[in-house]
């Protein structure tokens, strides 16, 4: 037997260093856990009440080998810090989770000078409901929902979008007026709408953030949400162009992505 085969991904419990270090080795190892939780409960449709998702407490215990007492205590530490909230939910009354994505980027490191109790956060109660991934209602002059006020994919292309402004800028995303979120829905559902391959909206979105260096120099500097869904299809016709004039089109571009991401 290989003993490196011990160690393979399907057996091993990965968790980010960085955010053990500010919040301690537990915590992390306990949301390591949660967003993989939350993750499966989106792909299978299962997010309720405003993105919160069920997961027992055997199956954390399980998965992250942690005791009854340690796991409680990681998740009592994770609500102290505001990075996850839990709410009883349904007919039994079963503890639900719900994460704070846009409190974890924050404390991913980009101002590393920042202690946990020195970060201000936005929450729901401030009316940042982005920061849930709950998306801000939009509606026309005769009262009409244009958009749906609640989409798949939107929280992790939320938290992915910070993450990629924070690089760029130096500095998080305004979203407070709301064009920033309506933009990244109408992004969500122009790529739901159009998406082939087998992609996923949020595919589309990382792919083309992963490959902005792609774009022309004007382009790159366009980074607000409300600009790129502007300038979308201007985009998408730079990256198809990128390559090999006739070797490599941006559909099989995307595709190669999304098969490379799987494995």
């Known amino acids: 037997m290989n003993i490196l085969s011990i160690f393979s991904s399907s057996d091993t419990i990965a968790f980010s260093r960085t955010l053990a270090e500010k919040i301690g080795v537990l915590e992390a190892l306990a949301l390591s856990e949660l967003i993989e939780q939350y993750n499966t409960a989106n792909q299978n449709g299962k997010l309720v ?9 055997n199956k954390l215990r399980k ?5 009854t007492r340690r796991l409680e205590s990681a998740i009592k530490g994770l609500i102290k810090l505001r990075i996850i909230e839990t709410k009883l939910l349904g007919t039994s009354r079963r503890r639900h989770f719900r994460i704070n994505f846009n409190r974890i980027l924050k404390l991913l490191g980009f101002d590393k000078t920042l202690k946990v109790e020195q970060i201000d956060i936005l929450d729901v109660e401030s009316g940042d409901k982005d920061l849930w991934g709950e ?13 749906p006020t609640k989409l798949p994919y939107f929280t992790e292309s939320l938290a992915l979008y910070f993450e990629f402004h924070i690089e760029k800028a130096g500095i998080k995303p305004n979203m407070k007026d709301g064009t920033e979120g309506k933009a990244l829905k109408e992004l969500i559902v122009y790529f739901g709408e159009e998406t ?3 992609s996923t909206p949020f595919d589309v979105i990382k792919y083309i953030l992963d490959n902005w260096e792609d774009l022309d120099e004007y382009q790159q500097k366009r980074i607000k949400l409300a600009q790129i869904r502007t300038d979308i299809s201007n985009i998408l016709l730079q990256m198809r162009n990128k390559g090999i004039p006739g070797k490599t089109s941006y559909k099989q571009r995307m595709k190669e992505y999304v098969n490379k991401k799987k494995n």
């Open 135 to 147: 998306s801000i209602e939009e509606t026309n002059s005769d009262g009409k929902k244009t958009l």
């Open 196 to 198: 082939k391959e087998g």
């Open 63 to 67: 998965a992250t080998c942690l005791n």
């Open 49 to 57: 009440n405003g993105n919160y998702f069920y997961c027992t407490a």
